[in-house]
């Protein structure tokens, strides 16, 4: 059971991930494969007893969760996310407990909840981190909280500090440089750097691909300028 749940979203990510995919199957092909994918984690967390178990099932969720934040569906991920952790949590399994909360800094950052992410962004910050992709992500979340609060050069100092170089990424995340790129737009834009943005922009393009929903919304900011 474990097995086949674990195939079934390593489909699941790479058909939601790559834009390839989704202009052969379409868009609903690939929602329909996350829900599937969905109700496979519900089951594994309901039937979950064992320490192996609610791995599995955090996994699951973890991977729906980098999956939709791919998607810019927040909502969904903030809850695959959440889910991931208290698996992951249950399982005594730290390090990718961390990778997990990590993710929802950053979720909970982009769904507007500040006060969440900068708790959440403190706790992953206030010691030696048992996984540098949780530490990272934390810094990508912190950066992008600074930009909310109009400090700009804090932003600034926090991407230059991240090293994507130093993380381990799996299958199917968005990997470590798009990251920085993205809130290194964000910067930009609220610096009111048009231009700037467009560029960093480009380049995320040509790794999502043009018609994913990240590069769109950011083209929605940029257009605002």
């Known amino acids: 059971q474990q097995e086949a749940s674990e195939s079934g979203c390593r489909a699941v990510r790479s058909m939601a991930s790559h834009s390839s995919t989704t202009r ?11 829900a599937s994918c969905w109700a496979m984690a519900e089951h594994a967390q309901i ?3 064992k ?11 973890l ?15 903030r809850r695959a ?14 390090a990718m407990r961390e990778r997990a909360r990590g993710w929802m800094a950053l979720t909970e950052v982009l769904y507007g909840d500040l006060q969440a992410a900068a708790d959440i962004i403190k706790r992953q910050r ?7 992709a949780g530490a990272f992500l934390a810094a990508i979340a912190a950066a992008h909280l600074a930009v909310e609060q109009d400090d700009l050069i804090a ?24 990251l920085l790129l993205l809130a290194r737009v964000r910067v930009a ?13 480009r380049i995320v393009r040509e790794k999502y691909g043009a018609d994913q929903p990240v590069p769109r919304a950011l083209d929605a900011d940029i257009a605002q300028l």
């Open 51 to 61: 320490q192996a178990e609610h791995q599995a099932a955090g996994l699951l969720w």
């Open 189 to 201: 834009v609220a610096e009111g750097d048009a231009t700037a943005a467009r560029d960093k922009l």
């Open 24 to 34: 052969r199957f379409g868009v609903r092909s690939a929602s329909a494969a996350v």
């Open 63 to 77: 991977t729906l969760g980098t999956v939709l934040l791919r998607r810019w569906e927040i909502t969904a991920a």
């Open 155 to 178: 932003a600034a100092r926090l991407l230059d500090d991240a090293d994507p170089g130093a993380v381990s990424w799996l299958p199917g995340e968005p990997d470590g440089e798009s």
């Open 126 to 132: 206030g010691g030696a981190p048992a996984d540098p």
């Open 81 to 94: 996310l959440a889910s991931a952790r208290h698996q992951l949590t249950a399982a005594g399994a730290t």
């Open 47 to 49: 039937t979950a007893s």
